[in-house]
């Protein structure tokens, strides 16, 4: 009980277990590429989820500076992600990722 | 701290972040997927108040809210035929897929569950932290700071560049 009502470390980290593996499956199983890059950015979450918890508990600032940049990348990964997607669209007229076979228009 | 209000608000938003995010994968339609993505970066947000990583969680909001989940629900705008109904997203591969999701989570957990090694800092971060930020910004982190303005900058040319309407015949 002291466990489950004292908030420490093991909370985070269980949170940031969940949106890994959750962000794992969406990877794995979806075809639709949009869908994949959701579960990208619930990976992202889960890092740096893990970095703050660290950070926190550890009384430094490395783990709030890492989730910064690494907020920044994700946008960066996004947009780029997102214009790669809507090429796709335009010369398959899909965006699954499965039926994606050949690197010529 | 064991202070019950902040237990039940903490429980409140890691129950909120993590069926989002489950809704998320589980659900097939892709308009579903990308409003519910809306609640789990908010839940991720209070979740960053709660690690008293203020500034990170206001920029979640604006970047994450504000920026990629805009992104992204102007993707499945684009690419999917709105009038159209049916817009089931196909899923593959679902029983590996299955059995990675239960082996990653139960993993992780075991591991962070029968470890006691865990030796919390005594001076834990408290209150906010912006004005720390803002000094190591400027100080030890002023290389990568401006190397990943750059980078930042570079992308979204490019992204633009790859995205540019292009007319037929150039």
Redesign the interface.
Known sequence: MEQLTTIGLNHYLTISAFLLGFGLFAVMTRKNAIVVLMGVELILNAANINFLAFSKYNGGMEGVMFALFVIVIAAAEAAIALAIVINIFKIFKSVDVSSIDSMKE | ??N?T??VI?YLF?AI??CS??F??FTRN?IY??FS?LF??FG?AA??V????D??AV??VV??VG??LV??L???M??NSIMQTGQK??????I???I???G??GA??YT??TTHG?M??????QGS?VE??GF??MS??VL?FEM??I??LA??I???F??RF?KSGK
């Open positions: 701290m064991s019950p902040y237990t903490f890691a972040t993590v995010a489950a998320v994968v892709v997927s990308a993505l789990t970066f991720v979740l960053y709660f690690l008293s990583a500034f990170i920029t979640q970047v994450y920026g990629i992104l992204l102007f993707g499945v684009f690419t997203s196909e899923v593959t591969h679902i590996p897929g299955t990675l999701l239960a990653i989570i992780l957990l962070f569950y865990w919390p800092s005594e001076t834990t971060l932290i720390r930020i190591e910004t030890r982190y990568p990943v303005s980078l930042l992308a979204l490019g992204a633009a790859l995205a292009d």
